[in-house]
């Protein structure tokens, strides 16, 4: 019989191969999400679109990532996620292969929604590493898988960056090779068993959905979930909006506006990392509180537009303007993208520590709740862009709802301390 030590460097070693191919994979799958709001600048002129056909492109990947992401946590659980990783890359690589091929507005959007399939790798994902990982490195894990998300901001880099060099379709075919590449090293190096390594998670599979969402209510995942919605949803929502916004407010081109949108997302993707490490030490509630009100800080200041003061002197009127240059205002963006991703890493740990043998599917809970507030806010930033004539009230309304989410979840967490006080044994 293996001793502990034993079993922790079999752990650690299993860790050591699954955690790069589970991120390298996300990353990839984080990049469709994107792939289109770059990509799609080329093809609108190429084929002609309206705005309504270009709409669709930039929503189907997060549309269909929403509605894919419970099934594929609740086939996880059933089937294992090793498979539905399997299944939801090789769906990925078929995408590619279409993007490829095609070269009418069906094609593509019929490769947009199979995108979507990003939100089923995440769910499974995951679980995957999840079930390799002890409960002290749980926060830093999920920190270092989440980080995959930097996918988005590379293909803002690569997009043009190909389309310079060859054509757009470079970039399809180069996540083609490294999705076919993870593929096989997925399917090489990890055993059908690794999906149900962890005992702590090996429990009843045929426990009822109605059952989980009871347990769900008693451990406060339905109001954690809704905070990441919040927190992550806004993170996705400004990764889409930025590039448009910068250009405009700089007068750039596209192309420049995408580029400044990666310092937003990348440093905000790897302050996972940080978060979940951080909650791994001093707890989670401590550190989303923190992070929250830096986020927060940086709103205040990024929600002011350009604007001129006339101050009517003895003698003459004296005009006084005031507007962040790029750089500053870029500084303030990079904050605001690291305490929003620090926020969602430890947030993330809260909940699956919570219901951590039902981590696919609660992490296809959370993709639909953070799906379903980015697909929201771009709709809801347009709207109020149109009625204010505002570029920067896109802050504001941040602001506000972040507001709120730090009210809720400071009630939500000093209730939660409660209960667990007054738990017998405690």
């Excluded at 930097?150 to 757009?168: C, K, Q, R």
């Excluded at 799906?371 to 109020?384: H, M, N, R």
């Amino acid at each position: 019989m293996k001793s502990e030590a034993d079993q922790e460097d079999e752990r650690l070693a299993s860790l050591a191969v699954v955690l790069p191919l589970a991120v390298t994979g996300f990353i990839i799958a984080a990049g469709s999400w994107t792939l289109f709001a770059v990509a799609g600048i080329h093809l609108r002129t190429e084929l002609s679109l309206s705005n309504l056909q270009f709409g669709l492109l930039l929503a189907m990947p997060m549309a269909v990532s929403a509605l894919l992401a419970v099934p594929a946590g609740l086939a996880a659980r059933k089937f294992g996620a090793r498979r539905i990783m399997l299944v939801c890359l090789a769906g990925l690589a078929v995408c590619m292969v279409i993007l490829l091929t095609t070269d009418t507005f069906t094609g593509y959007l019929l490769a947009a929604g199979g995108l979507g399939l990003a939100g089923g790798f995440y769910s499974a994902g995951m679980q995957f590493v999840t079930s390799n990982c002890q409960h002290q490195r749980l926060g830093l894990v999920l920190g270092v898988f989440g980080a995959g998300v930097t996918g988005a901001g590379f293909t803002y880099y690569l997009v043009p960056l190909f389309h310079e060099a060859f054509s757009w379709q470079g970039v399809p075919l180069a996540y083609l090779i490294v999705l076919l590449l993870v593929l096989a090293l997925l399917l090489l190096l990890t055993d059908p068993e690794d999906a149900i390594a962890d005992p702590e998670t090996e429990t009843e599979t045929e426990t009822s959905v109605k059952v989980m969402f009871a347990g769900f209510r008693r451990q406060g995942i339905w109001q954690l979930g809704a905070y990441f919605g919040v927190i992550a949803g806004s993170f996705f929502a400004l990764a889409l909006w930025l590039p448009d916004y910068l250009s405009s407010q700089f007068e750039l081109q596209v192309q420049s506006g995408a580029r400044l949108a990666q310092w937003f997302i990348i440093p905000g993707a790897l302050a996972q990392i940080l978060g979940g490490g951080l909650s791994d030490r001093y707890g989670s509630p401590r550190v989303i509180g923190r992070s929250l009100s830096v986020g927060l800080v940086a709103l205040v200041v990024l929600s002011y537009p350009p604007m001129t003061l006339f101050i009517r002197g003895v003698e003459t009127t004296i005009k006084v303007e005031f507007a962040l240059p790029m750089n500053v205002e870029s500084i303030f963006v990079v904050v605001l993208g690291m305490a929003l991703g620090c926020a969602m890493g430890s947030l993330q740990r809260m909940v699956i520590i919570e219901s951590r043998q039902n981590a696919a599917f609660v992490a296809g809970l959370l993709l639909v709740s953070a799906c379903s507030v980015a697909f929201l806010l771009p709709v809801i930033f347009g709207a109020v862009n149109h009625w204010l004539g505002v570029r920067s009230a896109v802050f504001m309304i941040l602001f506000l709802l972040l507001c709120i989410c730090q009210f809720m979840f400071g009630r939500f967490s000093r209730s939660h301390e409660r209960q667990t006080l007054l738990q017998p044994g405690i």
